[in-house]
């Protein structure tokens, strides 16, 4: 029978086999996440810039691009820093009202007073429920196509500047011959949908340069919400801007939103933050607001990344 100091002796060698070749094991382990480590340490003793310079390069996080037309450029820079499709023509719902307002500001009188016709109180979707004979003034209209996107008060607008809204149109699109907007056509002042309705990702960004560099348009774009009341009556009507990023994201500032069933869900931002001056256009997105936050985050990160 062996002795239990014989079968410590005999147990030594053995144990300290396993104990040795653990510790191989577990020193090979170290080192082949040695890189990973010296990676992430590297990563985090970068520069804020170098960091997010690395982190762009993954954009963008999805396969299929997640608007049929999209345009992130940075102003100040004139650099385009994500695009798909952006000079595909399609439906741009009621960012429509940009040149319908640019138009109203160009060849009306804010101070006018304006009566809603019974084909303006009939507007459909989006509308203030306003009333026929109603009176109100044209800056207070503009507040509410540009805020909250009222078609009533569109086309009350419209025909007040144009003697009817095919004359407007003729205005819309001699606008935008002028502006070069090569892909863009009009058939009417709001944006409902139709064929000969149009326009691009690329071509509603230059619009809406243009259209900001307008102090009153500037102005109403990012206003959270406002108060109108008719000349001609006591009720007020409580306009809540449709854009869900004022507020929400520092330095939003505008600009417009749209939706019909063809164009889809659409929206033109305009962002202001540290240095950085960001215009998105987003055409027919299914989750816009969703959309819109991760690209405005990218594009924040992107225009301070060295280039």
């Not at 907007?181 to 949908?193: K, M, P, V, Y």
Request: charged fraction near 20%.
């Amino acid at each position: 029978m062996m002795t239990a100091e014989c079968e410590r002796s005999y147990r030594s060698p053995f144990l300290t086999q396993i104990v040795g070749t653990l510790l191989g094991l577990l020193l090979i382990g170290l080192e082949s996440l040695a890189p990973s480590i010296a990676t992430a340490n590297s990563m985090a003793t970068q520069p804020a810039q170098v960091r997010t310079a690395i982190a762009s390069r993954q954009f963008p996080p999805w396969r299929v691009a997640p608007a049929h037309g999209i345009l992130l450029k940075e102003l100040n820079s004139g650099r385009v820093l994500y695009e798909h499709d952006a000079g595909k023509r399609m439906s741009p719902a009621s960012l429509t009202k940009i040149m319908s307002a640019l138009v109203i500001l160009e060849k009306g009188q804010l101070d006018d007073l304006v009566t809603i016709s019974p084909n303006a109180a009939r507007a459909h979707k989006t509308h203030l429920r306003m009333k026929a004979g109603q009176v109100f003034r044209l800056d207070d209209l503009l507040k509410a196509m540009l805020i909250m996107s009222a078609n009533d008060a569109c086309l009350a607008a419209v025909e007040h500047v144009g003697g009817d809204e095919a004359q407007f149109v003729a205005l819309m699109n001699d606008k935008a011959m002028a502006l070069g907007l090569a892909d863009t056509h009009f058939s009417n002042g709001c944006g409902f949908d139709n064929p000969d309705h149009y326009s691009t990702a690329e071509d509603l960004a230059t619009l809406s340069v243009i259209a900001l560099d307008q102090p009153v348009f500037r102005q109403l774009v990012r206003e959270e919400r406002a108060l109108i009341t008719p000349i001609s009556g006591h009720r007020a009507y409580v306009l809540h801007n449709t854009n869900r990023l004022l507020g929400r994201i520092p330095g939003v500032e505008g600009v417009k939103t749209g939706f019909t069933s063809k164009a889809g869900r659409c929206l033109i931002a305009k962002v202001s933050q540290n240095g950085s001056d960001l215009l998105l256009v987003i055409l027919n997105s299914k989750r816009r607001w969703n959309t819109a936050t991760n690209l405005i985050t990218y594009g924040l990160q992107a225009a301070e990344a060295p280039h």
